[in-house]
Antibody, heavy 123, light 107 residues
Framework: EVVLLESGGGLVQPGGSLRLSCAAS????????MSWVRQAPGKGLEWVSIISGSGGSTDYADSVKGRFTISRDNPKSTLHLQMNSLRGEDTAVYYCARDRGGLIAARSASDYWGQGTLVTVSS | DIQMTQSPSSLSASVGDRVTITCRAS??????LNWYQHKQGSGPNLLIY???NLQSGVPSRFSGSGSGTDFTLTINTLQPEDFATYYCQQTYIYPRTFGQGTKVENK
C-alpha cells in the first residue's frame, strides 16, 4: 500500500523558514517523480514544485521560485521542501504527491497524495 | 501560464443524478488533462488521467473525455460519497495548473 506522510508544518513568522518532509512507503521511491501542491484557506489547489525520480530535474511555480527548494533522499524514501523567505500568502495546507511517471517531462498525473501539513505564516 | 477554467463553480444535485463538469484550457493541451476529487481533511484523489483513462480503483460511474482545449468529467448515477470538490489539472506544460474547482453539493 502506497502511503505518503507529510510533516514539518507549523506557525512561522514572515521572512522565516520551514522544512517540510514527506515519508513515502509501499513503492520503489526512486521510480517516481514527486510533487508538492498546496491549498490556501478557502482557495483551490496550486501546484508548487516537482522533482524527478533521480532528483536530477526540478521545476517550480513562479510564486515560489528562488525561495523554495525541493529535494529527495531516495535511500530514505523521503521528499523535502525547504521554504525560505516565507510570506503570508504561503499559508496553506501542503500536500506531497506521487507522479505516475519517473520523469518530470512525462506529463503524468499525481496518483497518490498525502493528508497534508498546515503551514501558517503570521506574526 | 495555461489558464484552466471550470464550469460551473458549484452545482446542486441529488443521489442518482448525472453530473457533468467542464474544463477549458486557454490553449491546446492535447489530452494532458487529469481530474481529481477532493474532500476536506484528506488529500485529493485521482479519478481520470490523460483525459479519459479511469484510475485503478475508481468506480466506473466516473468518465472523462475531450482533447485540445475542452474537456468533460461525467458522474453517472451520483452516489452519496461523490459530494465533494472536483478539480481539473493540465500536465501538458509547466507550471502545472488547476482549474478553480467545482463543488458538488447535495440538493
Amino acid at each position: 500500500e502506497v502511503v505518503l506522510l507529510e510533516s514539518g508544518g507549523g506557525l512561522v513568522q514572515p521572512g522565516g523558514s520551514l522544512r517540510l518532509s514527506c515519508a513515502a512507503s509501499g513503492f520503489t521511491f526512486s521510480n517516481n517523480a514527486m510533487s508538492w501542491v498546496r491549498q490556501a484557506p478557502g482557495k483551490g489547489l496550486e501546484w508548487v514544485s516537482i522533482i524527478s525520480g533521480s532528483g536530477g530535474s526540478t521545476d517550480y511555480a513562479d510564486s515560489v521560485k528562488g525561495r523554495f527548494t525541493i529535494s529527495r533522499d531516495n535511500p530514505k524514501s523521503t521528499l523535502h521542501l525547504q521554504m525560505n523567505s516565507l510570506r503570508g500568502e504561503d499559508t496553506a495546507v501542503y500536500y506531497c504527491a506521487r507522479d505516475r511517471g519517473g520523469l518530470i517531462a512525462a506529463r503524468s498525473a499525481s496518483d497518490y497524495w498525502g493528508q497534508g501539513t498546515l503551514v501558517t505564516v503570521s506574526s | 501560464d495555461i489558464q484552466m477554467t471550470q464550469s460551473p463553480s458549484s452545482l446542486s444535485a441529488s443521489v442518482g443524478d448525472r453530473v457533468t463538469i467542464t474544463c477549458r484550457a486557454s490553449q491546446s493541451i492535447n489530452v494532458n488533462l487529469n481530474w481529481y476529487q477532493h474532500k476536506q481533511g484528506s488529500g485529493p484523489n485521482l479519478l481520470i488521467y490523460t483525459s479519459s483513462n479511469l484510475q485503478s480503483g475508481v468506480p466506473s460511474r466516473f468518465s472523462g473525455s475531450g482533447s485540445g482545449t475542452d474537456f468533460t468529467l461525467t458522474i453517472n448515477t451520483l452516489q452519496p460519497e461523490d459530494f465533494a470538490t472536483y478539480y481539473c489539472q493540465q500536465t501538458y506544460i509547466y507550471p502545472r495548473t488547476f482549474g478553480q474547482g467545482t463543488k458538488v453539493e447535495n440538493k
